[in-house]
T-cell receptor, first 112, second 112 residues
Framework: AQSVTQLDSQVPVFEEAPVELRCNYSSSVSVYLFWYVQYPNQGLQLLLKYLSGSTLVKGINGFEAEFNKSQTSFHLRKPSVHISDTAEYFCAVSYTGNQFYFGTGTSLTVIP | DTGVSQNPRHKITKRGQNVTFRCDPISEHNRLYWYRQTLGQGPEFLTYFQNEAQLEKSRLLSDRFSAERPKGSFSTLEIQRTEQGDSAMYLC??????????FGSGTQLSVL
C-alpha cells in the first residue's frame, strides 16, 4: 500500500538545538516528496519538495531534507530551531503528481 | 494572490442534517483538492478536480459525500445525512497543476 510513516508524533527540543523529523515512505519507481508545516490556526504551507535531481533539498525558514532512496526516507532537519518553529509538520508523498498522501504529522515543540 | 478561501470556518450541525462547504481556490489554479483531517491524523484525500472535471475520488468517500466544481472555479462539498463520524476539519487545496498545493484554513465540522 502506498503510505507515509512519521514515527515521531511529538518532538520537544530546546531553542537553538538541532532537530530531525523522520519520514519514511513506501517505495516506488518514481516518487515526489514534500514537507508541509501547519502553524496553529493556519492552513498547511509547503516547506520544501523533492521532485528529482539533488537529494539534498533546501526549503524555507532554514529547513532542509535529504532524499535517501535506499532507505526510502525523507527526513527533515534544521541545525538550530527557533521558538517560532513550533508547529505541526507533515510529510507527504505523491507517486503520480496527482494524488498526495500525508503522514500523521509530527508536533514540534521548541522549549525556551 | 488572495489565497485559498474556505467558508464557513466552523459548522455545528445535528446528526442527519445536510451541510455544504465552499472553497474558493487561487484564481489561476486549475486543480482543486478536498481533504479531511481528524485530530492526530494527517490530511486524508477525498477528491480532486482539474478544471470542472472530477478526476479522482477516494474509495473511502461514501455516497453521502458529493463535490462539485461547476465552472472550474469555486467548489462545494456536500455531506448528506451527517453522522458523528463526519466530524473533522475539511481542507481545500489548489494548485496550478504542478506539485505545490496551497491550502485553505479549513472548515471545522462538528456533528452533534
Amino acid at each position: 500500500a502506498q503510505s507515509v510513516t512519521q514515527l515521531d508524533s511529538q518532538v520537544p527540543v530546546f531553542e537553538e538545538a538541532p532537530v530531525e523529523l523522520r519520514c519514511n515512505y513506501s517505495s516506488s519507481v518514481s516518487v515526489y516528496l514534500f514537507w508541509y508545516v501547519q502553524y496553529p490556526n493556519q492552513g498547511l504551507q509547503l516547506l520544501l519538495k523533492y521532485l528529482s535531481g539533488s537529494t539534498l533539498v533546501k526549503g524555507i525558514n532554514g529547513f532542509e531534507a535529504e532524499f535517501n532512496k535506499s532507505q526510502t526516507s525523507f527526513h527533515l532537519r534544521k541545525p538550530s530551531v527557533h521558538i517560532s518553529d513550533t508547529a505541526e509538520y507533515f510529510c507527504a508523498v505523491s507517486y503520480t503528481g496527482n494524488q498526495f498522501y500525508f503522514g500523521t504529522g509530527t508536533s514540534l515543540t521548541v522549549i525556551p | 494572490d488572495t489565497g485559498v478561501s474556505q467558508n464557513p470556518r466552523h459548522k455545528i450541525t445535528k446528526r442527519g442534517q445536510n451541510v455544504t462547504f465552499r472553497c474558493d481556490p487561487i484564481s489561476e489554479h486549475n486543480r482543486l483538492y478536498w481533504y479531511r483531517q481528524t485530530l492526530g491524523q494527517g490530511p486524508e484525500f477525498l477528491t480532486y478536480f482539474q478544471n470542472e472535471a472530477q478526476l479522482e475520488k477516494s474509495r473511502l468517500l461514501s455516497d453521502r459525500f458529493s463535490a462539485e466544481r461547476p465552472k472550474g472555479s469555486f467548489s462545494t462539498l456536500e455531506i448528506q445525512r451527517t453522522e458523528q463520524g463526519d466530524s473533522a476539519m475539511y481542507l481545500c487545496a489548489s494548485s496550478r497543476g504542478d506539485e505545490k498545493l496551497f491550502f485553505g484554513s479549513g472548515t471545522q465540522l462538528s456533528v452533534l
